[in-house]
């Protein structure tokens, strides 16, 4: 097999975030063609001194894992970040809104009494997201040499996000249907607060996704 048929085939065996997949297969068809070089400058042809090389270098199927394994862990890291930092961001957007926009007396005083549980679980789920978001980037970065299998760090982050957001999204419903007027908050806020939040909601989705998918068995 020559160079170019390998690193095709590498290409094909890995998935993962697009930059540090190209960043994996360049550096190793880079490592493949200073091997060949050398052989070539031995006396080897062309074609002789790329099979050499890419023997040397290791069957796709032996060298797929690692590299694998290495796009799993930046999946990871970035939607772990993505969730460290846009879920506390989200919370206190709304958090801010409500505090410039507030209902009026009768309207917290009328409330169910659940209402004030169910906001505080809302908070914990959100907050909750974030912070397993972070402990997974720290566990694929300096944790890296106490974690056995970052591969299930990121799956499960994957499916956590999967499952919370539908469950955010409808307790969030709840509140806001529960009582006639939770807030003052003025249509123009209001729809920039909606916009950033479904655009926060549909990156995590997105990372989400492809942590389940480089996961896969």
């Not at 590299?67 to 970040?81: D, I, K, N, V």
Request: glycine fraction near 8%.
């Amino acid at each position: 097999m020559l160079i170019d048929d390998y690193v095709a085939e590498l290409d094909r065996a890995v998935c993962g975030p697009p930059g540090p997949k190209h960043d994996l297969v360049v550096e190793a068809r880079d490592s493949l063609l200073d091997t060949a070089e050398a052989f070539e400058a031995e006396g080897l042809d062309r074609a002789e001194a790329e099979r050499r090389a890419v023997e040397e270098f290791g069957e796709v199927a032996e060298i797929a894992p690692g590299f694998q394994l290495e796009l799993t862990a930046a999946s990871g890291r970035r939607l772990g970040m993505l969730l460290f930092v846009s879920v506390p961001i989200t919370v206190a957007m709304w958090s801010m809104l409500w505090r410039l926009y507030p209902a009026d007396a009768g309207t917290w005083l009328n409330r169910p009494g659940w209402y004030v549980p169910l906001s505080r679980l809302l908070d914990v789920l959100q907050l909750g997201t974030g912070l397993y978001g972070g402990l997974v980037v720290f566990a694929l970065s300096r944790g890296a040499r106490w974690i056995r299998r970052p591969r299930l760090a990121v799956r499960s982050m994957g499916i956590m996000v999967w499952t919370a957001l539908p469950v955010t999204g409808v307790l969030a419903m709840v509140l806001s249907f529960a009582v006639d007027a939770p807030n003052s908050l003025a249509s123009l806020p209001a729809l920039l607060a909606n916009l950033v939040t479904s655009a926060m909601w549909g990156l995590q989705l997105y990372g989400a996704a492809r942590c389940v998918r480089v996961t896969r068995a």
